[in-house]
């Protein structure tokens, strides 16, 4: 980002923090009982990192999170973007999977977080099995589109030059589907947080949807404040990565 977007970026965020001490701390307009002033917020944060808060510190919530959204993520994109790749380079395996794969696409993610409780208890295999769920569609969708829009004469030009096998997967598909299997990533990176957090408002022992969970059943709209802010910063930091990553294998689109 150019130095002066980082500086408009950088004023908005401090407007906004001006706005929120004076409609609360300064003033009193808004009521703490709905919105929480700066310092409660502050001294929910210091409470949850120093003390800890349902049966965890801060960084303990955020690293088994964190810990989940990837290992479900990775699963899941891996397996989508290889399926996505299979399907539109084959008209056989697409004719095959298609019909399940529309049959089940419709179906919310967080719908299936009852039969994965039934299936797999309120453990992390529940939660693991739901952001599969999640990640795994935008990864399919984009990795196929991405497929079916690499121009034809590359198809064609690999055909005249006997490109096959694992060759043509290394040189052909993956080459010129890795936008649309990028963006596909990202999707399925913020849908497995939207579903983990979900996910572990439901019997969870420690993570951020707990903090969530049980700052709402304390009414504690600080800490809820905090909970949601960790959610964004931890995804933040997790697009950042994928970002990251992204320039590496396509540094000609950076």
Do not use: C
């Amino acid at each position: 980002m150019p130095w002066n977007g980082i500086g408009v970026s950088l004023g908005v965020v401090v407007a906004l923090l001006g706005l929120w001490y004076l409609l609360t701390t300064a003033t009193g307009f808004i009521s703490p009982a709905r919105f929480p002033a700066p310092g409660e917020v502050w001294l929910a944060a210091r409470q949850i990192a120093v003390d800890g808060y349902g049966n965890a510190r801060w960084h303990e919530h955020v690293l088994r999170s964190v810990l989940l959204v990837t290992m479900g993520f990775a699963v899941a994109s891996s397996a989508g973007v290889l399926l996505g790749l299979a399907m539109g380079a084959s008209r056989r395996i697409e004719t095959f999977v298609n019909p399940i794969f529309l049959l089940l696409r419709p179906i919310p993610p967080l719908a299936w977080i009852p039969l994965a409780i039934v299936w797999l208890g309120l453990g992390d295999a529940a939660k693991l099995m739901v952001i599969f769920v999640s990640a795994f569609v935008p990864s399919v969708i984009n990795s196929y589109t991405g497929v079916r829009q690499i121009d034809k004469p590359i198809f064609e030009a690999s055909a005249m030059l006997a490109v096959t096998g694992w060759r043509y997967w290394r040189e052909v598909l993956v080459p010129g589907t890795l936008p649309s299997i990028f963006t596909g990533l990202r999707l399925s990176l913020q849908a497995s947080w939207t579903t983990l957090v979900a996910a572990e408002l439901v019997g969870a022992v420690a993570g951020l949807g707990s903090i969530l969970n049980q700052s709402a059943q304390d009414i504690y709209p600080a800490m809820i404040l905090v909970g949601m802010a960790s959610v964004a910063l931890a995804g933040w930091a997790m697009t950042q990565g994928l970002g990251w990553i992204e320039k590496r294998v396509m540094p000609w689109k950076h």
